[in-house]
């Protein structure tokens, strides 16, 4: 069975290992090794996800597959909404990943669903993210969900600035009588 669990402090070497395996799983082939090292031991140090952990407006969600963490989410809301999201009263989705093994689950879907009955709880109007340019991939899955291009920007991985789509998608209200 496929649930959601917020993820606790506790969770930290969990999550480091499941972000580390998830995005070179994901960038390694188009990054260059020194770079991907680089951007893995920074970006997903235990201190810098706990501080994440920490921030107002942040949260983290497992994607659980018979009681396993399978994938997480990361949401931002308010001042935790990176500078680049210019989408107003928006929840920023910033990650959704999957461990390899997992992929092709439905689990990507379970994660946006919760992310949108976030936006819908906290009165969002909007979700908006950001995508690398060339997953393909991902900006399908954006794309099917009613996610449109309104910006770019760099993301950089190591020395090496990629460049992201930012997407943003309408929020509408929850369907009357559907409930968690």
Not at 40 to 49: F, N, R, S, V
Not at 107 to 123: P, R, T, V
Not at 160 to 167: A, E, F, G, T
């Amino acid at each position: 069975m496929n649930t959601i669990q917020p993820v606790t402090e506790q969770d930290i070497p969990t999550l480091v290992a499941m972000s580390r395996t998830t995005f070179a799983d994901t960038f390694a082939a188009n990054t260059a090794p020194a770079d991907m090292a680089e951007f893995l031991a920074t970006a997903y140090a235990p201190a810098k996800l706990l501080a994440e952990l920490r921030t107002p407006g942040t949260t983290f969600w497992f994607a659980m597959q018979d009681g396993v963490p399978a994938g997480y989410l990361k949401l931002n809301v308010d001042a935790a909404v990176t500078a680049d999201v210019h989408t107003p009263n928006a929840l920023e989705l910033e990650r959704i990943y999957i461990l390899p093994e997992h992929k092709h689950q439905g689990l990507g879907s379970l994660l946006y669903a919760h992310a949108l009955k976030q936006a819908q709880a906290l009165h969002k109007s909007a979700i908006a993210l950001g995508v690398w340019e060339h997953n393909e991939t991902a900006k399908a899955f954006y794309t099917k969900r009613g996610f449109r291009k309104v910006g770019e920007h760099a993301f950089v991985v190591g020395g090496d600035p990629q460049h992201d789509w930012l997407m943003a998608a309408k929020v509408s209200a929850p369907a009357a009588g559907i409930r968690d």
